[in-house]
């Protein structure tokens, strides 16, 4: 029943309850053999499958280790500790993959400003061009301040 749940609902694991609580947490801290195979696989669901599926290898693999020391520790301090590290970490990789996507459509709509509705060329973009004129670093940083997004601007 529980990867029903998670096929159907995976991002529900990111909501936290009525106390500001992860459901997971509730699995870190009452620890037994029941709760670490549900939370296997609800970390597998939440985040291993999440970032397999954007293609992000090296993110997964480190998420894949982070995961393995949680399910290894048996100091309950020690885990919740892992578990909190593996979630700050996770939040990271989604803000990065969310600014990126939104880079990607400021892009997409900049070069399409190239092509006429027919399909011809009405002026000659290049991808590196409509990258860097497409305004996004005008708009990304603006909108991650608005979502609490945490960003460096370069200079």
């Not at 998670?6 to 009452?30: H, Q, R, S």
Request: glycine share 6%; charged share 25%.
């Amino acid at each position: 029943l529980l990867q029903v749940l998670l096929n159907k609902f995976p991002y529900l694991l990111g909501w936290k309850d009525a106390n500001g609580k992860l459901a997971m947490e509730y699995l870190v801290t009452n620890w037994t053999p029941e709760n670490k195979i549900l939370l296997e696989m609800a970390l597998q669901s939440w985040m291993l499958s999440r970032l397999t599926s954007w293609g992000a290898t090296s993110w997964t693999e480190a998420m894949k280790s982070k995961v393995q020391a949680i399910l290894a520790e048996d100091d309950k301090k020690r885990r919740k500790i892992v578990f909190f590290e593996a979630c700050a970490i996770m939040k990271q990789y989604e803000n990065v993959e969310a600014t990126s996507i939104l880079e990607m459509a400021l892009w997409k709509g900049h070069l399409k400003r190239g092509w006429s509705n027919d399909g011809a060329k009405r002026q000659a973009l290049d991808r590196g061009e409509c990258r860097c004129v497409c305004g996004s670093n005008i708009v990304i940083p603006s909108v991650a301040m608005f979502l609490g997004i945490a960003t460096t601007r370069s200079s």
